[in-house]
């Protein structure tokens, strides 16, 4: 253990005299490596924040919800458009059915998304998207309300002109004014705000609550024909308490094909679709870029690498003469080998090391200008760490080998 030790300390001490001695010569090598290893931590740094962002958001819908559409989620290749643009869209003449029929289901809900300008006094957003939903709607979203409360029951049944509105809507329609109890207008229209959703943040796939205007689906047919093929609707089934989706939907399956009156031999016209499918989907996205990032970043950590074994040939030469006494002495050509492989390692470390530092400092700044928490992981230093190790050990293993196996009087007589 303390032979060791000693090596770890030689190494350090040969590390840093390198640095002292020919600085110029060594921080020229180490960039390569300081680069490649801020290219790759950078993107699995921020890969990392993306996919925790996503999948936030895609937990917010629940994984345990299936939805009815006219499209199903595809990723890869050439999306088949032509096959799907005909079908009919879900409707509540539907939604209605799936509540009657369905026996796996623990909430049903539609949803129709549209523009309409909402205002307050002199404050106004053109072109919002309102989202029309029925009364299903609480139990197949989660809802947090930092004020106020949701669309009751009567409300829902009656298309009673109330909304619940986020965050971001409250901030800019109404400042520093409660907006709950009070009234704004929704395309002319007076509607009373109910409600305001917590406050969530960014959400790199729409899915936050921020900028929701929600309405119920019968106060929607005061200005929009619910019938209208842009509307785009969605139908949400959440199955029960310990039911697997692809139970759900193989239920959902056999009731959308009985209310469209399909055939056997016909193709389905609607999609079920999944949030598991937007997780792989997402999954090979993010391998895709961590692919990307390793191939950018290995270039630069192979001319790192390259620089690395250069110091240490130099090294070697420099101190031949000491490698003659330390032989001499009875140093084992063991100790030698790792005596150099360590200071390789050593040089790659420190030029990782930076790295790592600069990508640090830049989560810092990007967590401080953007609203998406960006985090350098004990993961990624571990893994930034370990490559630099790697990178050393495949650098210093030659020119070690070389320092190893000189042989001791002619080390001795050779001049640094």
Same mark, same amino acid.
């Given at each position: 253990?303390?032979?060791?030790?000693?090596?770890?300390?030689?190494?350090?001490?040969?590390?840093?005299?390198?640095?002292?001695?020919?600085?110029?010569?060594?921080?020229?090598?180490?960039? +390569?490596?300081?680069?490649?290893?801020?290219?790759?931590?950078?993107?699995?740094?921020?890969?990392?924040?993306?996919?925790?962002?996503?999948?936030?958001?895609?937990?917010?819908?629940?994984? #345990?919800?299936?939805?009815?559409?006219?499209?199903?989620?595809?990723?890869?290749?050439?999306?088949?458009?032509?096959?799907?643009?005909?079908?009919?869209?879900?409707?509540?003449?539907?939604?209605?059915?799936?509540?009657?029929?369905?026996?796996?289901?623990?909430?049903?809900?539609?949803?129709?998304?549209?523009?309409?300008?909402?205002?307050?006094?002199?404050?106004?957003?053109?072109?919002?998207?309102?989202?029309?939903?029925?009364?299903?709607?609480?139990?197949?979203?989660?809802?947090?309300?930092?004020?106020?409360?949701?669309?009751?029951?009567?409300?829902?049944?009656?298309?009673?002109?109330?909304?619940?509105?986020?965050?971001?809507?409250?901030?800019?329609?109404?400042?520093?004014?409660?907006?709950? +109890?009070?009234?704004?207008?929704?395309?002319?229209?007076?509607?009373?705000?109910?409600?305001?959703?917590?406050?969530?943040?960014?959400?790199?796939?729409?899915?936050?609550?921020?900028?929701?205007?929600?309405?119920?689906?019968?106060?929607?047919?005061?200005?929009?024909?619910?019938? #209208?093929?842009?509307?785009?609707?969605?139908?949400?089934?959440?199955?029960?308490?310990?039911?697997?989706?692809?139970?759900?939907?193989?239920?959902?399956?056999?009731?959308?094909?009985?209310?469209?009156?399909?055939?056997?031999?016909?193709?389905?016209?609607?999609?079920? #679709?999944?949030?598991?499918?937007?997780?792989?989907?997402?999954?090979?996205?993010?391998?895709?870029? #961590?692919?990307?990032?390793?191939?950018?970043?290995?270039?630069?950590?192979?001319?790192?690498?390259?620089?690395?074994?250069?110091?240490?040939?130099?090294?070697?030469?420099?101190?031949?003469?000491?490698?003659?006494?330390?032989?001499?002495?009875?140093?084992?050509?063991?100790?030698?080998?790792?005596?150099?492989?360590?200071?390789?390692?050593?040089?790659?470390?420190?030029?990782?090391?930076?790295?790592?530092?600069?990508?640090?400092?830049?989560?810092?700044?990007?967590?401080?200008?953007?609203?998406?928490?960006?985090?350098?992981?004990?993961?990624?230093?571990?893994? +930034?760490?370990?490559?630099?190790?790697?990178?050393?050990?495949?650098?210093?293993?030659?020119?070690?080998?070389?320092?190893?196996?000189?042989?001791?009087?002619?080390?001795?007589?050779?001049?640094?």
């Amino acid at each position: 253990m303390r032979v060791y030790l000693r090596i770890l300390f030689e190494s350090l001490h040969f590390a840093i005299q390198a640095l002292v001695v020919n600085r110029l010569r060594t921080l020229l090598s180490l960039l +390569g490596v300081t680069i490649g290893i801020f290219a790759i931590i950078s993107v699995f740094t921020l890969v990392d924040t993306l996919e925790r962002n996503i999948r936030s958001s895609i937990e917010e819908l629940g994984d #345990n919800v299936v939805f009815v559409q006219k499209w199903p989620w595809e990723f890869g290749g050439d999306y088949p458009w032509w096959k799907y643009m005909n079908r009919p869209h879900p409707d509540l003449t539907e939604l209605e059915e799936i509540e009657k029929r369905s026996e796996l289901a623990s909430a049903v809900s539609i949803q129709y998304n549209f523009a309409k300008t909402i205002e307050f006094r002199n404050n106004s957003i053109q072109s919002q998207v309102i989202e029309a939903v029925s009364d299903g709607y609480p139990g197949v979203r989660n809802i947090n309300l930092q004020s106020g409360r949701f669309i009751t029951q009567s409300e829902f049944d009656r298309g009673a002109p109330v909304c619940v509105i986020g965050d971001y809507i409250a901030y800019v329609i109404f400042g520093n004014v409660n907006p709950v +109890g009070r009234e704004m207008k929704i395309g002319g229209r007076k509607v009373t705000v109910a409600g305001v959703f917590e406050k969530e943040g960014e959400s790199m796939i729409g899915m936050s609550m921020d900028e929701n205007v929600i309405i119920s689906t019968n106060l929607a047919k005061a200005f929009v024909n619910l019938k #209208n093929r842009n509307l785009s609707p969605t139908i949400y089934v959440k199955a029960k308490k310990g039911i697997p989706n692809a139970a759900l939907k193989d239920e959902l399956f056999v009731i959308m094909r009985s209310i469209r009156r399909l055939s056997p031999t016909e193709d389905e016209d609607f999609a079920l #679709n999944e949030i598991s499918i937007l997780s792989e989907g997402f999954d090979d996205l993010f391998g895709f870029v #961590n692919i990307v990032g390793l191939i950018i970043g290995g270039f630069s950590i192979l001319v790192g690498g390259f620089g690395i074994a250069n110091i240490m040939f130099v090294s070697v030469k420099e101190r031949t003469n000491i490698i003659g006494i330390e032989k001499s002495l009875g140093a084992k050509n063991n100790f030698i080998l790792m005596q150099f492989l360590g200071e390789a390692v050593m040089l790659c470390v420190v030029g990782g090391s930076i790295g790592l530092l600069f990508i640090w400092f830049g989560a810092l700044a990007g967590s401080a200008v953007t609203e998406y928490d960006i985090v350098l992981s004990l993961k990624n230093v571990i893994t +930034g760490l370990s490559i630099s190790v790697v990178i050393g050990l495949l650098a210093g293993i030659i020119p070690a080998y070389s320092a190893a196996r000189l042989n001791p009087v002619d080390a001795i007589r050779a001049k640094g």
